[in-house]
């Protein structure tokens, strides 16, 4: 019997001059300053893993990768979701993802579609909606000083 779940993941974090490299969707952004993060910092990766996590009934990402843990330190956000989705192989099945990035700066959107290509090759999915919203100068999920993602996905449950 099949059925249909949806989870919700969200992340933050604040702009860093001393983390120099932006990491979005597994895609290396050209910027002055990366985000200030345990591992690598990759917000859109890390809201991914946590709706997945949400749908599937798998807690949060934090709960496997926790941030006083000495080897989450700098560690590449793809191995975060990666570990998910071996998680998740054998009873759920991705349908689709709903991705909004909300950000002053940089302006992403000559990046959109290198972003969505690397995440159908993460996630293995075609049905992937990438959205990139400006917050019009106001401090609606964080300021200009910081970068927030959420994704919005839906899966389907293989129940044997």
Request: net charge positive.
């Amino acid at each position: 019997m099949e059925s249909y779940r949806v989870g919700l993941g969200f992340d933050v974090h604040r702009f860093s001059k001393t983390q120099k490299k932006l990491v979005l969707g597994g895609v290396i952004i050209s910027n002055d300053y990366g985000l200030e993060a345990v591992s690598d910092g990759d917000i859109l990766l890390h809201a991914a893993a946590d709706a997945l996590c949400g749908a599937c009934g798998l807690g949060d990402i934090g709960d496997y990768f926790p941030p006083e843990n000495k080897e989450s330190k700098g560690l590449d956000s793809r191995k975060i979701t990666e570990f998910i989705l071996r998680k998740i192989k054998n009873n759920f099945y991705i349908v689709n993802m709903d991705i909004i990035i909300v950000s002053e700066q940089p302006r992403l959107i000559s990046h959109k579609n290198k972003i969505l290509n690397s995440l159908k090759s993460i996630f293995s999915v075609s049905e992937i909606n990438l959205k990139i919203k400006s917050k019009e100068g106001m401090d609606v999920l964080g300021s200009k000083d910081s970068m927030s993602c959420l994704v919005n996905v839906l899966v389907r449950y293989n129940k044997l």
